[in-house]
């Protein structure tokens, strides 16, 4: 099926919502992880997001070059030209774009939709995420606000973070420390300075221990709780329905199946995934390697194994693994089966 429009995004995210489910949102850095993304989510039967960070798109563009604008636009192109062999429906969405890296990455890219949208099309990218978690959330605000009003102008969603998610992912680093916990005061500013979609659809993600990279169950404290109790807040202080905000997962590398059903349970309509897929996708090259060591290499002035060490031999192998990965996260998240297309 063709990537989401615009009005197709946001019936997936009503739908997860109203369904109690959410869909996983895979970072990429190849052709090679989009098909394996695509695959996946044609095996489980699931619609699902398909994200790139600023080092992704830098990655896209060639690792020499580093133009991350060109390698986001390059990423979506090659998505929008495959997704049409899959029967399921993906959006697209950039990761992770911190103050220093708005003017070439996210803006370069709203403007390529802006065009888009003006000669009669869709916006390139269904959602954006502005990374203000950095600095001052009166700053973060008054930037998101700023952007929300281009995004909404395209009809693309926003997503911000309200909060800091713990460790490193692509240069965007924070501490371990009590700012991995939203409060309630924060929530608040952020309804006030941005609306609940009168200004523009958006996502928040509310920091409730997160941290990027890897660690195991226990090493860090996730209170999933803490999202029911700030949309519990939010409705009681502007007159709401129950879970007002889209919440977005960040950081879920080790959760446990019980901490996602909860965060899921209490308004998460999507969850990013990278580390456990990254891991899946090299680990199973790993295992071809050391398996087909006399074949990959030529050993002892042997001529080694054509086939074997063809990179579509390995690149094959290590897509299903991803793909296997990516079917586990849809299972996790509900969202397998709930396929529109």
């Not at 929530?187 to 958006?202: D, F, N, P, T």
């Not at 199946?257 to 456990?276: P, Q, R, Y």
């Not at 063809?310 to 509900?334: C, F, H, I, N, Y």
């Amino acid at each position: 099926m063709p990537i989401a429009t615009p009005d197709q995004y946001a019936a997936m995210l009503d739908k997860a919502k109203t369904g109690g489910f959410a869909y996983p949102a895979f970072n990429v850095s190849s052709s090679q992880s989009i098909n394996a993304v695509l695959q996946g989510l044609t095996e489980a039967g699931s619609d699902g997001i398909i994200q790139v960070t600023t080092g992704g798109a830098d990655y896209f563009a060639g690792h020499t070059v580093k133009n991350r604008a060109s390698g986001a636009l390059a990423f979506a192109r090659f998505a929008h030209s495959v997704a049409d062999n899959y029967p399921i429906t993906v959006a697209l969405h950039t990761d992770h774009c911190p103050e220093g890296a708005l003017g070439d990455f996210v803006i370069p890219l709203i403007e390529a939709s802006e065009s888009a949208v003006a000669d009669g099309g869709h916006p390139i990218f269904q959602s954006h995420m502005w990374d203000g978690s950095a600095i001052a959330l009166d700053r973060n605000l008054e930037i998101a606000t700023d952007i929300l009003k281009r995004t909404r102008a395209i009809n693309a969603i926003l997503e911000v973070e309200i909060g800091a998610v713990g460790g490193e992912e692509d240069g965007v680093q924070a501490d371990v420390n009590e700012n991995l916990y939203t409060t309630l005061d924060d929530a608040i500013k952020m309804v006030e300075a941005l609306g609940l979609g009168e200004q523009g659809r958006y996502m928040a993600a509310l920091t409730f221990g997160n941290v990027h990279g890897v660690y195991k169950p226990g090493n860090v404290k996730l209170r999933p709780e803490l999202l029911r109790e700030i949309q519990t807040g939010l409705s009681a202080k502007f007159g709401l329905a129950a879970l007002p905000l889209d919440l977005v997962f960040h950081g879920g590398s080790g959760s446990t199946d019980a901490e996602i059903a909860e965060a899921v349970a209490n308004g998460v309509v999507k969850m990013n995934i990278d580390t456990d897929t990254q891991y899946a996708f090299t680990r199973s090259i790993a295992d071809y390697m050391l398996k087909n060591y006399d074949s990959v290499i030529k050993v002892d002035g042997e001529v080694g194994n054509k086939k074997v060490y063809d990179p579509r031999a390995w690149g094959k192998v290590a897509e299903s693994a991803m793909a296997a990965r990516v079917v586990d996260s849809t299972r996790q998240l509900g969202s397998a089966g709930h396929s529109n297309s």
